[in-house]
């Protein structure tokens, strides 16, 4: 029989979705959801990380969702459609598609020290994985600072070092990121594992990759779970 493992309570710091609070909904080119105090799930990728075939193929799955759902459009048929998108675009990031300049320690050590400057000051930053071409991570932002100011200041600072670190100018990161909030504890789980295991799931080597959870959420048995431990 196989063991099945339930999440211990929510780690330190988290937050869940609280469907008595307002949402705030945004939209670029995809759906975007802010709630005051909630933890999201966070993508953000190089900007040569997807080509362009692959960036039309995710403009037409939101074309062909919009024939299919003329407004007014559900709240839940967006969250579909955002998950949808996002995780297609994951997959195929794993490819390693670009010049992936993340794959070297010194340069994905540089965006790891950016993440961590704020810690505690703006956000809880709960756990992320550097991977070649994009980072997942889970965060809290604090009371006054929005997730798209995080991640600008990630994107910012994170740019102008390595670009200085690899002699090249010009833009980095691509514009849009993928967010999710998370909507409980077993939500929580799955994403936590998911980041943990993407490294091994993409065939990276060791040396390839980084990757970092609170020591608080290890103390409270939310540490990622190797496979192969």
């Known amino acids: 029989m196989t063991e099945v493992f339930l999440p211990p309570p929510g780690p330190p710091q988290f937050l869940a979705l609280d469907a008595e609070l307002p949402l705030r909904v945004y939209e670029r080119r995809l759906p975007h959801w802010r709630q005051p105090g909630a933890t999201y799930f966070v993508t953000f990728r190089l900007g040569d990380s997807l080509p362009q075939e ?5 403009r037409q799955i939101r074309t062909d969702w919009s024939k299919k759902n003329p407004e007014p459009q559900e709240e839940s048929r967006w969250v579909e459609l955002a998950r949808d998108i996002s995780t297609q675009a994951e997959k195929w990031l ?3 598609v670009g010049r992936c300049v993340l794959r070297e320690p010194g340069v994905a050590g540089v965006l790891a020290r950016v993440m961590h400057h704020l810690q505690n000051e703006y956000y809880f930053l709960s756990c992320y994985c550097v991977m070649p071409n994009h980072c997942h991570v889970v965060v809290r932002p604090y009371p006054g600072h929005e997730l798209e100011k995080i991640l600008g200041l990630w994107k910012g600072n994170s740019a102008v070092e390595i670009n200085r670190h690899l002699g090249r100018s010009g833009a980095l990161w691509a514009q849009e990121s993928y967010d ?14 998911y980041i ?17 959870i609170d020591p608080s959420w290890e103390t409270a048995g939310w540490g990622f779970r190797d496979p192969e431990k």
């Open 94 to 96: 794993d490819e390693g």
């Open 196 to 212: 943990g295991n993407n490294p091994r799931k993409a065939q990276l080597k060791r040396e390839q990759w980084i990757r970092w």
């Open 180 to 193: 999710r909030i998370v909507r409980d504890a077993e939500h929580l789980f799955r994403v936590v594992q």
């Open 54 to 58: 692959k960036l039309r193929l995710l």
